[in-house]
């Protein structure tokens, strides 16, 4: 049988930690793009169901969604499919998995998708009305996080689906590489980002992060 979907990454283990990777992230090692067919496997869509997650999202009408390590655009493609309205950043820093999202078909007819490497997102600062980071949080350093809450506009949210630490899960990488949600809002606490849990998916906790002194 093949190894379960995202189990794939401990096989990693002996690389050592990545370079790439700075300091803070709970998991060790960057996701590599090797893996990305992983990220489009059907299966993964029935313990993370788009719709559900865009629901969450609440993006307003005609506003400004980041899709934050969007990998192959698994979640952003979708989310630009089924709202025409919405500006979508597919925004990546592995120039690896852009160019598979951007091979996609369904990615070539989008007008209202973008792809753009982290390099380039200073252009967006406090400028997006929704972030979505999917299977994120547990790879981003300080950095990373930092440069996510500077693309929020005050009034704007991050939601925050994660593999959760606290939970048993047949899938996914080991609890120890993960946060709780309760980890999770203690962390995005010390970035100004006041989180709160929103119902938990079957492996994953959701959280809504705004800006301390903001609505959510
Ligand atoms: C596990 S994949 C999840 C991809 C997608 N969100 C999904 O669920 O299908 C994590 C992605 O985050 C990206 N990533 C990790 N750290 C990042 C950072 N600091 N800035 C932008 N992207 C990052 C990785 O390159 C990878 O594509």
């Known amino acids: 049988m093949n190894a379960k ?3 794939r990454e401990e096989r990693h283990r002996d690389r050592g930690v990545d370079a790439h ?3 803070g992230a709970k998991q060790p090692r960057a996701f590599d793009p090797e893996r990305a067919a992983i990220l489009d496997e059907p299966e993964r869509f029935d313990y993370l169901p788009p719709a559900r997650i865009f ?8 506003s400004l969604v980041v899709d ?3 990998g192959t655009g698994a979640f952003a493609i979708p989310l630009a499919e089924s709202r025409p309205d919405l500006t979508v950043i597919a925004l990546d820093r592995e120039e690896r998995m852009l160019a ?3 091979g996609k078909p369904a990615a070539q007819r989008l007008d209202n998708l973008r792809p753009m490497l982290t390099g380039e997102m200073a252009a967006l600062a406090a400028s997006a009305d929704r972030i979505l980071a999917v299977n994120v949080l547990h790879e981003l350093d300080e950095e990373a996080l930092r440069q996510m809450a500077g693309l929020l506009k005050p009034q704007g949210f991050i939601l925050f689906v994660d593999w959760d630490g606290a939970v048993e899960r047949p899938v996914g ?3 120890a590489h993960v946060y709780t949600a309760a980890e999770a809002v203690l962390r995005l606490a010390s970035f100004g980002l006041r989180a ?3 119902a ?10 705004g800006r301390a002194e903001g609505p959510f």
Request: glycine fraction near 8%; charge should be negative; charged fraction near 15%.
């Open 5 to 7: 979907p995202e189990d």
């Open 21 to 23: 990777h700075g300091h």
């Open 55 to 62: 629901a969450l999202l609440e993006a307003p009408a005609a």
């Open 68 to 70: 934050f390590g969007t």
């Open 100 to 102: 598979l999202l951007r």
């Open 173 to 175: 990488p080991p609890g």
């Open 196 to 198: 709160e849990p929103l």
């Open 200 to 209: 938990a998916l079957s492996y994953h906790f959701v959280l809504r992060a």
